[in-house]
């Protein structure tokens, strides 16, 4: 009986780690889908720069779960012109959201990241 009892205690490890593993696929591929959704919208967002749309989230973390769209208190912008005058703590916001680092020294740099990002072909 006690070897049965290790057994099953085993077995119930076994169990869990699968559980896990599983859940983690489940994420993956939820972002997988979202990245391949966006590229159709990046692609839209370069070449209608005076009608951007907002990309959906693509990585786990923060409040909203991956597939969400940035809220509306975030006024994302709707054309190029609106991101380039993005202030740092509109950026700030959508780098939260988006779970992203839009890297620069300076806001202008941080706004090009951005444009970047919504607009070119995701690279991991």
């Known amino acids: ?10 077995v119930q490890k076994d169990v869990q780690q699968v559980q896990q593993d599983v859940q983690q696929v489940q994420r993956d591929l939820a972002s997988m889908r979202w990245t391949q959704v966006n590229a159709a919208i990046r692609f839209h967002n370069r070449n209608n720069r ?6 959906h989230k693509e990585r786990q973390g923060g409040t909203d ?9 975030m006024n994302f912008p709707e054309n190029f012109s609106e991101t380039v005058a993005l202030t740092g703590n509109q950026l700030d916001q959508l780098q939260e959201f988006y779970q992203l680092q839009f890297a620069g020294p300076l806001v202008g740099d941080r706004r090009h ?12």
């Open 1 to 10: 009986i006690a070897q049965m009892q290790v057994t099953l205690q085993q």
């Open 50 to 55: 005076n009608a951007v749309r907002p990309l």
């Open 65 to 73: 779960p991956v597939g969400a769209l940035p809220p509306a208190h």
């Open 113 to 124: 990241a951005l444009w970047a990002y919504i607009s070119e072909p995701a690279v991991e």
